[in-house]
């Protein structure tokens, strides 16, 4: 069964750490992603990747950058984790083949709480 | 800003119902629609998906209807089950990204 797997299921961190959000996919899908998901805003897509060492800001990448040393990972970093970045977390994963997108396979999320 | 507008925001139906959500798109270059279905603690996981080259797509009880002219797209389901009860998004791409709806929140009665 093919997976993307995401290192920790809750988090509790203080306000100012640095923190790190690890996602890993199994599927040798080229583009990921990261998305916070808040209740009454849906799918906010944070930052994605569609090769090794490339990334791209999404729609609310302030506050955060990411990582992508290898294909089958990509990894969410909160530089200095601020209260209201409490949500949950999700990464996902997809295949681009001959110009047409096949669906996300998204984690099981991350809820981080900043306190 | 690329858009999907779903409706409703939530939903309940009796047990046997049928659930409809609709969404709507702006950009004339998607060419993917899927639905993701996701409960409580999980991430979304698709559900059903459509290509603008049909109207209709129907999966057992769930069905895409597609009207390309409209740009629009909803999820009929049929005979709904308490087990159905999840939130459901709709999303519309053209290559590599999704842009997903807010969201709709379905609660099956029993």
């Known amino acids: 069964d093919v997976k993307v797997t995401q290192s920790s299921r809750y988090l509790v961190k203080r306000t100012g750490e640095k923190v790190f959000l690890e996602c890993v996919q199994d599927?040798?899908?080229?583009?990921m992603f990261w998305y916070r998901q808040d209740p009454g805003l849906g799918l906010r897509l944070i930052y994605f990747?569609?090769?090794?060492?490339?990334?791209e800001k999404g729609d609310i990448p302030e506050g955060y950058s990411v990582s992508r040393e290898k294909k089958e990972r990509f990894s969410l970093i909160l530089e200095s984790a601020s209260t209201n970045q409490t949500s949950m977390y999700l990464c996902a994963s997809s295949s681009t083949h001959r110009g047409q997108n096949y669906g996300y396979t998204f984690g099981s999320g991350t809820r981080l709480t900043v306190v | 800003q690329q858009q999907v507008k779903q409706s409703p925001q939530s939903l309940i139906v009796q047990k046997g119902g049928i659930s409809i959500i609709n969404c709507a798109y702006e950009n004339t270059a998607f060419d993917y629609f899927p639905w993701y279905q996701q409960f409580p603690g999980k991430g979304p996981a698709l559900l059903i998906a459509?290509?603008?080259?049909?109207s209709e797509k129907k999966e057992g009880r769930f069905t895409i209807s597609f009207n390309k002219s409209a740009k629009q797209f909803s999820l009929h389901i049929m005979d709904s089950q308490p087990g159905d009860s999840a939130t459901y998004f709709c999303a519309a791409s053209g290559v590599g990204q999704l842009t997903f709806g807010s969201g709709t929140q379905l609660t099956v009665l029993p």
């Open positions: 990747s569609y090769d090794v060492k490339m990334k």
């Open positions: 459509i290509r603008p080259d049909v």
């Open positions: 599927m040798d899908h080229e583009n």
